[in-house]
């Protein structure tokens, strides 16, 4: 997505080999009409698939995933991060790494919005080693529904999620790839 | 607005004498045609105040807020609860207790998003005890910017939040106005 990588070389900032900071846009601030293209690009890539529902993480991911879901007229379900796990019997959890805070939390979905029918896109704003993607995705399948495609608006591509969704045989469909990041520098996989 | 009372009628479930849960359309499953319908509320009737940014906070808010955002053409700035501090400097930061969970965090604004010129509407999902959206004001004026009036989905009238909001002399704007709940009753502002 051509505009999206404009705006990651214009006012992105690598701060290290794997931390890129796009919170003019994306994150902190952000840009509603750059999220509703966004969900135009899901949308077309994702829109003959039989989608029921489109799922997304707390909390950045919400902003671009609403806009999908208005798009494909579609019910967002927004997947929670809670510290602690929930013994009422009426949710499904799974335990998540989160590499950026070096610690743990229950992704949790109440059981009423999800059925075995269900056809998912998860949809998220960053893939880096893609553990908040495979616990959507785990959540899905332990509720018996299927994972019909991962969204995701910008790819670390030389971090390992990517290489995990794919032999997991999951359709990802990134609309920034990076390949390379150093201080000061932002490459885009080729 | 009569469609969202509707729906809180219809799918909101009250717990106790303070608990609305609205997770159907709003905070677990969104539903966007509805945040769509929101945001034009909310721009209809904030449109010729010269507003610059709109605030909300993470993250239920996020998704009506976007919704507002892009209809009025103007940048979306999710501020951010921390667990501690910041101590870098390039931060604004307020405590701010939350009351259902009965903790306290760190309201978070980066320094970048806010000048002295800015003119700033606040959008939050729920109104109860008014601590969030009046931690909110504080950052902004801390920068030294205005509050130029705060936009409420669903307001719990009978908690304390609506008069400290009001005793402060900003201009609130609730969409739906709840005078009494009680396990299974709920009841609107006449």
Redesign the interface.
């Known amino acids: 997505m051509e505009i999206l990588c404009k705006r990651i070389l214009e006012e992105g900032r690598a701060l290290s080999s794997t931390v890129l900071k796009v919170?003019?846009f994306l994150?902190?601030?952000?840009?509603?009409?750059l999220?509703?293209e966004i969900g135009t690009d899901f949308k077309n890539y994702f829109k003959d698939r039989g989608i029921t529902k489109i799922f997304t993480i707390?909390?950045?991911g919400?902003?671009p995933t609403?806009?999908t879901?208005?798009q494909m007229?579609?019910?967002?379900?927004?997947l929670?991060k809670q510290r602690g796990k929930n013994l009422d019997g009426d949710v499904y959890q799974t335990t998540v790494h989160s590499f950026t805070k070096g610690s743990d939390y229950e992704l949790t979905l109440?059981k009423?919005?999800i059925t075995k029918e269900d056809n998912i896109l998860i949809i998220d704003d960053f893939l880096a080693n893609g553990e908040a993607a495979l616990g959507a995705a785990r959540l899905i399948e332990e509720a018996g529904a299927k994972v019909e495609g991962i969204g995701i608006v910008i790819e670390k591509s030389f971090q390992p999620g990517h290489d995990m969704i794919m032999s997991k045989g999951y359709d990802l469909f990134s609309l920034a790839r990076i390949s390379k990041l150093e201080e000061g520098l932002i490459e885009f996989v080729k």
Chains 1, 2 share one sequence.
């Open positions: 919170d003019s994150n902190h601030q952000v840009d509603p009409k999220m509703y707390e909390s950045s919400i902003a609403v806009m879901a208005m007229d579609l019910p967002m379900i927004i929670k109440s009423k919005y």
